[in-house]
């Protein structure tokens, strides 16, 4: 007489998985997060590489979650939040009123320079200096970079001329 063994009896389903006994074998049925035969395996979700724009992901038992690198926010990374694009023209006095005070003016512009992302998709920088007639230091893409932009702000010297604001705002509409 040929008996048949119950393949289930063992329990060989891992992981909450569910056994179902056939004739000399048997089938597990998986909870999500896991397969294989046995159910042995657990699902690795960040296999696809679901975390965007930098993201680390973590993967969890039928779920995973992103990290975000500053800058990037949603439950994949997806949604950019970085202040910008913007271009910003900054008009500093040169004139001989505010020659003790030039170097405040350049230092805050430097400040502001080094916490602020520089690039065509970012923030562009023009720099108009001014006394008794408007100058325009550097365009909107002259530069791609901090440093090349704090460079250039290191030579502006107060000047010996008057104060007249009108040509620096007129000037101002032709940066670009």
Not at 28 to 36: E, K, N, R
Request: glycine letters at 8%; one cysteine or more; a negative charge.
């Amino acid at each position: 007489m040929i008996q048949d063994i119950n393949e289930c009896a063992s329990n060989p389903c891992h992981h909450g998985g569910t056994c179902k006994d056939q004739v000399n074998t048997y089938m597990c049925t998986c909870v999500l997060g896991f397969a294989g035969v046995n159910c042995q395996t657990d699902i690795n979700e960040c296999a696809s590489n679901p975390c965007a724009n930098g993201g680390s992901c973590t993967d969890h038992v039928n779920r995973y979650t992103c990290t975000c690198v500053p800058g990037y926010i949603g439950s994949n990374c997806q949604t950019d939040c970085r202040p910008g694009p913007a271009d910003i023209v900054f008009i500093i006095d040169t004139s001989s009123s505010l020659e003790t005070n030039i170097n405040r003016s350049i230092s805050f512009i430097t400040e502001f320079i080094k916490r602020t992302p520089i690039g065509k998709d970012d923030f562009q920088v023009g720099v108009i200096t001014y006394d008794f007639d408007a100058y325009v230091l550097f365009d909107l893409d002259d530069y791609k970079s901090a440093s090349g932009i704090i460079a250039k702000l290191q030579h502006i010297k107060a000047g010996n001329g008057a104060t007249f604001t009108s040509p620096a705002l007129k000037k101002a509409k032709e940066v670009d």
